[in-house]
């Protein structure tokens, strides 16, 4: 399925996106105290800082990803999400690897993300993990939580 996906900017708050981001808050709350849900809503994610992507099979929205800008050398991950008919079809990579491409086109020196300890969220760590990222300490705003795991990659300097 990977080679027909296609990926591209998109409006968090559009139609065709908004049943994808609702199930994926309404998941979160489901599987973490609210406390330690760190999801975005979709006026949350058209803030100057993210620039928000969903992954297309046809003219069907199959999965999200975001990335948010911590510095001029620094990003985060946000709303990463596979539809549920679309997982286990490499629709997460293919965002990834996007987000990563993005990621270096900007000059990041780092990638960080945040995502649940809950066996939920399995699949999801070991996805990062294959790329790279690494547990570690919380940043930006947020705190020491027992229900986070805290995940980081460290990029090439850019050429030139």
């Known amino acids: 399925m990977v080679g ?9 708050a559009s139609d065709e996106v908004l049943p994808l981001l609702q199930e994926h808050l309404v998941d979160m709350y489901a ?3 609210a406390e ?12 100057p800082s993210i620039t928000f992507f969903v992954a297309r099979d046809g003219t069907e929205v199959v ?14 991950l946000k709303s990463m999400r596979t539809s549920a008919g679309a997982r286990g079809r490499g629709v997460g990579a293919a965002m990834l690897e996007h987000l990563l491409a993005e990621a270096h086109t900007r ?6 993300l945040e ?3 809950e066996d939920y969220f399995a699949p999801a760590r070991r996805l ?22 805290f995940m ?6 850019p050429q030139g």
């Open 63 to 76: 999965g999200t990803g975001a990335i948010r800008e911590l510095s001029a050398t620094e990003g985060e």
């Open 4 to 12: 027909s996906v296609e990926i591209v900017r998109a409006n968090p």
């Open 128 to 149: 990062y993990a294959r790329y790279g990222f690494v547990e570690g300490e919380p940043f930006a705003d947020y705190w020491a939580d027992p229900n986070s795991v």
């Open 107 to 112: 000059g990041y020196r780092a990638l960080r």
């Open 31 to 33: 599987t973490s105290p």
């Open 152 to 157: 980081h990659l460290e990029l090439e300097a």
């Open 36 to 47: 330690s849900v760190h999801a975005l809503d979709p006026e949350q994610l058209r803030h």
């Open 115 to 117: 995502t649940g300890v």
